[in-house]
């Protein structure tokens, strides 16, 4: 099983190195869930520690099948630089982002968030 796991972290690795993040970059520049063209805007980039809730992993989950385009800020890492951009350019599906808000709205944040 923990050979199972390194092979998937290994070539998950090489679809991130040989693709780019999802959110970043794309190919072809259609969503490949609603076959709509994507639009680059830029989003804030969020730098810290972030601590995911088992509510923001289903989402994630629910994001890569469902919504994989609707990425609204993005992770700078823990380190923040005297420099640090404020904003990074993604691709966006205005359907995705449509999508992810009819989610959020089926399924609300709990008010206990469980780890
Ligand atoms: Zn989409």
């Not at 601590?51 to 629910?62: F, G, H, I, L």
Request: hydrophobic share 40%; aromatic share 8%.
């Amino acid at each position: 099983m923990k050979r199972l796991a390194t092979v998937l972290i290994f070539v998950w690795g090489a679809v991130l190195a040989f693709t780019g993040c999802s959110a970043t970059k794309s190919a072809n520049k259609i969503c490949a869930v609603h076959q709509v063209p994507l639009q680059k805007k830029k989003v804030p980039i969020i730098y810290g520690m972030p601590m995911w809730s088992n509510y923001d992993r289903k989402m994630m989950e629910e994001a890569a099948r469902s919504f994989p385009h609707s990425t609204v800020q993005a992770e700078g890492g823990c380190m923040v630089m005297k420099n640090a951009p404020k904003q990074v350019a993604v691709w966006q599906c205005t359907n995705c982002l449509q999508a992810k808000a009819e989610w959020v709205k089926q399924h609300p944040r709990p008010e206990k968030e469980t780890f």
